[in-house]
T-cell receptor, first 116, second 110 residues
Framework: KAGVTQTPRYLIKTRGQQVTLSCSPI?????VSWYQQTPGQGLQFLFE???????NKGNFPGRFSGRQFSNSRSEMNVSTLELGDSALYLC???????????????FGSGTQLSVL | GIQVEQSPPDLILQEGANSTLRCNFS?????LQWFHQNPWGQLINLFY???GTKQNGRLSATTVATERYSLLYISSSQTTDSGVYFC????????????FGAGTRLFVKA
């Protein structure tokens, strides 16, 4: 069974641009969540999607958005990039995210975003 | 929301030594997981353990939900155990958002 796939692996953008990151969950998993990892703030929850609906959202500005498609693949978008958005963006999938061991998270390798 | 604290922040071990990593959480949780992040950034799920004890090879974990802490035991450590260990918790307080601790950075010397 293939794992969680994130693309691209590395991305370099300049301030003011926007970026879209992609995440394909493990086959059969319906919940996808996104996290930002920085040296200063650690791992922070961005949002969670289930069956194409945003089920939960972290404390990030509106420039951060996401969506989930009918095949459970998810994208996140960051508009008007700032230097502080430079981070490793991680995606995780779980079977349904809310039922006992079905909440177990499996992570992709991440997208390393550098904003210059 | 839930606060998650891990200790120690850093740990250096000689190969073959045992260690205990701790995770304290501020409120009741229905989801507690341990992860290992290797030097290449990949996060590997070690345990899903909201309560009780589990073992997987040289690793074991115990969560005492009533006292709001979880322990990860690493026995006979190997150099490949190096990396950062995170615990992550989720509960009603904070609206079921997954909250990660700051991690324990482990270095195992050969």
């Amino acid at each position: 069974k293939a794992g969680v796939t994130q693309t691209p692996r590395y991305l370099i953008k300049t301030r003011g641009q926007q970026v879209t990151l992609s995440c394909s969950p493990i086959s059969g998993h319906r919940s996808v969540s996104w996290y930002q990892q920085t040296p200063g703030q650690g791992l922070q929850f961005l949002f969670e999607y289930f069956s194409e609906t945003q089920r939960n959202k972290g404390n990030f500005p509106g420039r951060f958005s996401g969506r989930q498609f009918s095949n459970s693949r998810s994208e996140m978008n960051v508009s008007t990039l700032e230097l502080g958005d430079s981070a490793l963006y991680l995606c995780a999938s779980s079977f349904d995210g809310r039922t006992g061991a079905n909440e177990k998270l499996f992570f992709g390798s991440g997208t390393q975003l550098s904003v210059l | 929301g839930i606060q998650v604290e891990q200790s120690p922040p850093d740990l250096i071990l000689q190969e073959g030594a045992n260690s205990t990593l701790r995770c304290n959480f501020s409120d009741s949780v229905n989801n507690l997981q341990w992860f290992h992040q290797n030097p290449w950034g990949q996060l590997i799920n070690l345990f899903y353990i909201p309560s009780g004890t589990k073992q997987n090879g040289r690793l074991s974990a115990t969560t005492v939900a009533t006292e709001r802490y979880s322990l990860l035991y690493i026995s006979s450590s190997q150099t490949t155990d190096s990396g950062v260990y995170f615990c992550a918790a989720r509960g009603h307080t904070g609206g079921f958002k997954t909250i990660f601790g700051a991690g324990t950075r482990l270095f195992v010397k050969a």
